[in-house]
């Protein structure tokens, strides 16, 4: 619904724009914002964000999605093709009365596997690298509780349920597992890269897992307490 059917408070209108043009510059206005806020208060996410883009870049350019497996053995990928806008004229008939009318224009977009889209996959694989890291430690969870006889799992995103009597378990198997993922020598961003390079045709223009942001201080054995 258009913004402007929102209400603040009773008897106040909307402070965006009514129409959609306006809408769009708002919401641009308040993503700089965002995106500000976000820098100065995490800016090792940002590090990290630039590196994983920077890392897939070549790789774009050479028109190839970027594949990554993960320690699970499934294999996660960044894959964004431009498209090819077509609009087609369909002749509407009056059945009634028995004679065409004005044509409606349909539009629709046809992807071009031939060529990676850059910008969007720069813009998705912070979201698709982070997507991953969150699957591959489902997976080891999933596969230590079937393994520990838990057979009953519910699972949304980062969230993790199962029967009262179990849930102790699975909270040990969750901690545990992110331990096991994160606490030791192995890097995900080292990883990675390392992914990203073997499937370049100019080896040259890899980025070395040298330039990866710092590791952080977090203690992961602290997360089994």
Same mark, same amino acid.
């Given at each position: 619904?258009?913004? =402007?059917?929102?209400?603040?408070?009773?008897?106040?209108?909307?402070?965006?724009?009514?129409?959609?043009?306006?809408?769009?510059?708002?919401? =641009?206005?308040?993503?700089?914002?965002?995106?500000?806020?976000?820098?100065?208060? %995490?800016?090792?996410?940002?590090?990290?964000?630039?590196?994983?883009?920077?890392?897939i870049t070549p790789l774009a350019?050479?028109?190839?999605?970027?594949?990554?497996?993960?320690?699970?053995?499934?294999? @996660?990928?960044?894959?964004?093709?431009?498209?090819?806008?077509?609009?087609?004229?369909?002749?509407?008939?009056?059945?009634?009365?028995?004679?065409?009318?004005?044509?409606?224009?349909?539009?629709?977009?046809? %992807?071009?596997?031939?060529?990676?889209? %850059?910008?969007?996959?720069?813009?998705?694989?912070?979201a698709n690298f982070v997507h991953?890291?969150?699957?591959?430690?489902?997976?080891?969870? %999933?596969?230590t509780c079937k393994a520990q006889?838990?057979?009953?799992?519910?699972?949304?995103?980062?969230?993790?349920?199962?029967?009262?009597?179990?849930?102790?378990?699975?909270?040990?198997?969750?901690?545990?597992?992110?331990?096991?993922?994160?606490?030791?020598?192995?890097? @995900?961003?080292?990883?990675?890269?390392?992914?990203?390079?073997?499937?370049?045709?100019?080896?040259?223009?890899?980025?070395?897992?040298?330039?990866?942001?710092?590791?952080?201080?977090?203690?992961?054995?602290?997360?089994?307490?």
């Amino acid at each position: 619904k258009p913004l =402007r059917r929102l209400k603040l408070a009773e008897n106040t209108n909307h402070p965006f724009p009514s129409n959609k043009k306006g809408q769009r510059k708002a919401c =641009r206005y308040l993503a700089e914002i965002n995106n500000r806020v976000i820098n100065a208060t %995490l800016p090792s996410a940002r590090a990290g964000l630039d590196y994983l883009k920077k890392v897939i870049t070549p790789l774009a350019r050479e028109h190839k999605p970027q594949y990554w497996r993960l320690r699970s053995g499934f294999v @996660a990928v960044n894959e964004y093709y431009h498209t090819n806008k077509r609009e087609v004229k369909i002749p509407r008939l009056n059945v009634k009365a028995g004679v065409k009318e004005n044509r409606a224009k349909v539009s629709y977009a046809e %992807l071009d596997t031939s060529r990676i889209d %850059l910008r969007e996959s720069k813009q998705g694989i912070g979201a698709n690298f982070v997507h991953s890291r969150d699957a591959d430690h489902t997976h080891h969870i %999933l596969h230590t509780c079937k393994a520990q006889g838990i057979a009953d799992v519910t699972h949304i995103h980062d969230c993790f349920g199962t029967h009262l009597a179990d849930m102790d378990k699975l909270d040990h198997i969750v901690r545990a597992t992110f331990v096991f993922l994160y606490g030791g020598e192995w890097c @995900a961003y080292t990883a990675f890269a390392n992914d990203i390079a073997k499937q370049l045709d100019d080896k040259t223009k890899a980025i070395s897992p040298d330039e990866k942001p710092d590791k952080g201080t977090l203690d992961t054995a602290g997360v089994m307490k």
